[in-house]
């Protein structure tokens, strides 16, 4: 989060003899334009209602920027970002260390953030203008202008600044927050101006996102201005009879605007990791389209950048060196040239050279290419062996791959099959054999895209990666009682709506992570108090809707397993499991019940989490053949052998369960 710092990551000698030249990493330059006017910064009336909107506007619209800033440096830290307010009463569009610009300037345009990497400063000054919003303290900044502005001005300055800060990036976009759907009126020269700065936009290749704000009394209407300044690309399939929603200045049962923009805003990411741009997939003889590929589900995890020395007042990165040495008497440097590879035959070492290697792991060049159909119920969840990845049509190698692709998407979805292909993501990656699964589009309840409409590469394994796992014990089946009561405890116990959601639920390490992270950036105390985990159960809210079912499963539970014992090994009561007794305990020799009481308790009253606790810690070694035999005949396993067998059953049902 240093001020502008370009991370460098040190590639590895291996992995740059690899052609990855079919990667890429599209990045985001988004600038938020939010209007600055009277209306905007009226706060909401009064009310009662703790759910109530308080912010304005224009407030709500500057803390969507800070969150969002604040998200995209953990979540995206190469995207670049920018804040410009327009209607304000004051100017200011050339920075410091903006020379190039000129003497430029637009009026009532103030430049509040350059579009850029975000820095610890841009946090900052959006984090102030928020807290003086909170506490009351009005910002001279915020002055409105007493004259309308112009909106030609306003897209000619998001013009300039895309041109000069981020004109190669893959995705450009500029965020309108406003609640002026009529901003000329009558003035057909101020609207056919900006008519033509928007088609300038357009042809520079920036979208334009509007998020109109509507207010009780007024009603945003698009008609009026922003359908002839919004422009769109029939390639990207955008259903224009679907128009984004209008955002209420005060909140709608308890919605209020900030979460609304956020979650409008975060709805519209582009997807950041495209793994290949213009693969060939065969569908047929002769028949051959492009496709994109996608990495959808990546592992988030604290990563370290790099070490750091200080420099007088200052951090600077330390640059790292490798050298390697032969081992001897004398120490000579040795190069990359002097290194040579070998795999161990026969007691010999076989050496090869570079080109050799490569032409070992060459299988012919990236293709994806369908060698059959098999029916989707034939995949099962252990066929997981990769995490899967996203396609979608491309039209630069072959027009109509589009239409293709959707018709082949269509087939699979009404037909329920799947595609088994041939697949090789890279030059010299190793084959896979992947099923193609489509999947449909779906969005949760604020209409935000949970799963795009598409094709899935979903890796098989082959049949050297399939364990046996010999002849399984007899399952145990419940009871409909049994499965009744625990029917009515999960229907208490559901998620609302039903979904679990996994974006709800964030991983505490890494959030706690980049907390530190920021507050040492932005020179913050840290909170006292353990971090928030949201994966913790509501042990309070459980025992109070399904306590007393709970307690009535496991009495019944308790009852069935007691009478499978007595029907299974025989007995009055079950208790006559150790060691094949009869069920006097009387009859049992001293000696051995003496060991027994040494124990706090038998592996057959030890729960399954304190059981694996006792499996990591290896206390099982220490624990009574006869005990473990108990055990595993009360699970319905195999009690023979000796005891590192025994030890090895339970490790193994341990891992399962």
């Known amino acids: 989060m240093a001020d502008n710092d370009h991370y460098k990551k040190e590639e590895d000698e291996d992995e740059e003899e690899l052609d990855d030249s079919n990667y890429i990493a599209q990045k985001d330059a988004v600038l938020f334009a939010i209007d600055i006017s009277k209306t905007m910064l009226t706060p909401p009336p009064p009310s009662d209602d703790k759910k109530a909107e308080k912010d304005s506007p224009a407030i709500a619209a500057i803390k969507c920027a800070y969150q969002i800033m604040q998200q995209r440096i953990i979540s995206s830290p190469k995207d670049m970002m920018g804040v410009l307010l327009f209607g304000t009463e004051q ?67 998001a013009n300039q600044i895309f041109t000069t800060r981020a004109p190669n990036f893959g995705s450009r976009r500029l965020f309108i927050i406003t609640d002026k759907d009529d901003p000329h009126g009558a003035d057909k020269t101020l609207r056919n101006q900006a008519t033509v700065r928007a088609k300038d936009l357009y042809d520079l290749g920036v979208v334009i996102e509007l998020f109109p704000i509507s207010h009780s009394d007024h009603e945003f209407d698009r008609s009026k201005f922003y359908d002839d300044i919004i422009y769109r690309d029939p390639a990207d399939g955008v259903d224009f009879a679907i128009a984004p ?259 709800k639920f964030p991983n505490p390490s890494l959030q706690w992570h980049y907390k530190i992270l920021q507050i040492m950036a932005l020179h913050d105390e840290v909170p006292e108090g353990d971090p928030e985990d949201k994966t913790k159960p509501k042990n309070k809210q459980i025992h109070k809707r399904a306590g007393s079912l709970i307690n009535d499963w496991k009495k019944k539970l308790d009852e069935e397993v007691l009478q499978f014992q007595k029907e299974r090994y025989g007995g009055i009561d079950g208790t006559d499991l150790k060691r094949g007794s009869d069920g006097n305990d009387d009859d049992e020799p001293p000696k051995k019940r003496i060991k027994a009481e040494k124990n706090e308790e038998v592996l057959t009253d030890i729960s399954s989490g304190d059981l694996k606790k006792m499996v990591q810690r290896g206390e099982l070694k220490k624990r009574l053949v006869g005990e473990m035999r108990d055990w595993l005949k009360v699970k319905g396993l195999t009690a023979t052998g000796k005891k590192e067998v025994l030890i090895d059953r339970i490790e193994q049902w341990v891992e399962e369960h």
């Open 91 to 157: 100017s200011k569009f050339q920075d410091e260390d903006s020379s190039s610009r000129g003497s430029a300037t637009y009026p009532h345009c103030y430049l509040l953030s350059d579009v850029d990497i975000p820095a610890a400063k841009d946090v900052e000054t959006l984090r102030e203008i928020v807290r003086n919003a909170d506490e009351g303290n009005k910002e001279e900044l915020l002055e409105p202008a007493k004259e309308p502005v112009s909106m030609s001005n306003v897209l000619f300055c």
């Open 245 to 503: 929603p209008n955002f209420k200045a005060q909140g709608d049962n308890g919605l209020s605007l900030l979460s609304n923009l956020i979650a409008e805003i975060n709805s519209k990411e582009v997807a950041k990791r495209s793994i290949f741009s213009h693969l060939p997939f065969e569908i047929g003889p002769n028949l051959k389209i492009s496709v994109k590929g996608y990495n959808l589900l990546q592992k988030q995890a604290p990563a370290r950048k790099g070490y750091v020395y200080e420099k007088g007042e200052e951090f600077v990165w330390a640059e790292s060196n490798t050298t390697k040495f032969e081992e001897g008497p004398v120490a000579r440097e040795v190069g990359k040239v002097d290194i040579k590879k070998a795999y161990t035959f026969g007691g010999k070492q076989i050496e090869f050279t570079l080109e050799e290697q490569k032409a070992l792991k060459n299988f012919g060049p990236p293709v994806l290419r369908i060698i059959g159909f098999k029916p989707q119920s034939l995949l099962k969840i252990e066929h997981s062996v990769k995490k899967s990845t996203f396609i979608y049509p491309s039209e630069e190698d072959y027009i109509g791959s589009t239409r293709v692709f959707a018709a082949l998407w269509k087939k699979l979805v009404k037909s329920k099959v799947m595609g088994v292909a041939w697949y090789i993501g890279r030059a010299n990656a190793s084959p896979l054999l992947v099923a193609i699964l489509p999947s449909e589009e779906r969005f949760d309840d604020n209409n935000v895209q949970v799963v795009p409409a598409g094709l899935w590469l979903y890796p098989l394994p082959f049949a050297d990666d399939i364990r046996g796992v010999g002849t399984l014990p007899k399952k145990i089946t419940a009871s409909n009682e049994l499965t009744q009561l625990m029917w009515k405890v999960v229907q208490q116990l559901q998620l609302p709506g039903g979904v679990y959601n996994p974006s």
